[in-house]
């Protein structure tokens, strides 16, 4: 079930994750001896989460809090059944609306991409091509040259092109830099980039979104890093750092900014991105066994943070104001301690008062009759509704 309060308890839950995502892979030292794979489990359990911002009434656990959220809710929770179903929709509405625009704009940004690689296309002198069908004779992969671009990149999904610059390169650089370039082809890298992009468009209103789509970049050079080293020989891998340096010097493409749908060799202008690159081929631990364990205890939390997060939810709680209640003789105080509404499976209720229990129907409920008392679910745990 989609309700507002999913809606923002999956921010609320989603958020943390984000950052501490982002705080562990800056983190070099980290990635050095534990690897880049236990990030990748995290952002896969924080991406599933935000796509499915549900829940389920009949096996949940509600956090009430009668203070700042009640504050902040009220105006919603005095809207009313019909009213808080108008307000959902609008929501919903804004939120496909706006992941409609995002989605416009992102196809505009890969046009431009588009028409900036037809107007610098060039001839090469077939050196490259030589080299890819000598790593993989069966690769689909074509080989442009373009006088626009700065930095190689490999992009297209199902027809994948890797595009070099017009830029001296040895046989040797040229070896690397369509090696890595294949094994982002290889890895299904593109895919990745294009799942995370649908992500980015879908939670536009998330700043945190954002963060998690430029940050997958260097996720993805790491570990394409890592599968280069694992081909080469030691001094090769130095070789093929020397050489993510020289292509990073030199001018920046005029369309770095928009060009979200490729995966370059290397980035200019960017010392930080790089830098950890350097460190984390260099100075990486192959242990596997801790690395094994670390990802296991990483993939252990996250099941319990995943399932947690779908078994607890953050709802108001409203207290009912003290009422005196007369009945013959006697008097009795009327609060929510002693008078609450108990819902049942189909859908009616039973209205608890003083010792007291009436049934009442749904619609008597809706149509405000018993505003002011708290609802509880028989059927699992006592699960608090907002009131009006």
Known sequence: MLSLYSLIWTFLISCPMLLLIFILRRRSDYLTKYGVTFISIL????????????????HQEVICDPYLFSFIMKVYADLGPSGRRTALYVI???????????????????????????????????VAERILERIDPECPITIEYNLAIAEPFIRGLRHPVIYLPEKECNEKELEFILMHEYLHWKRKDLWKKFIINIIGMIFWW?????????????????????????KYSEMDTLYYLDTLTYMAGGRRANFDKVSSDILGFVKKLEVRPLKQRFHYVMFKKDDKRTQRKMNLFILGVSVIWFVASYYFILQPKYTMPQVEVYQEDASFVSDDGNSYLEEQK????????????????????????????PITVSYTHLRAHETK
């Open 43 to 58: 952002y896969i359990f924080c991406t599933v989460r935000m796509l499915f911002p549900i829940e389920f009434p009949s």
């Open 92 to 126: 919903v509405g804004i939120w496909i609306l706006g992941s409609i625009i995002s989605f416009l704009r992102k196809n505009r940004e890969w046009n431009k991409v588009k028409g900036y690689l037809m107007k610098g296309a060039s001839k090469g002198d077939g």
């Open 206 to 230: 998330n700043p945190l979104a954002y963060l998690l789509c430029k940050d997958l970049d260097q996720i993805i050079e790491l570990n394409c890093d890592n599968a280069m080293s694992n």
């Open 346 to 373: 189909d859908g009616s209720y039973i209205f608890h008062y003083a010792g007291f229990t009436d049934t009442v129907s749904k619609e008597d409920v809706e149509s405000g009759m018993y505003e002011g008392y």
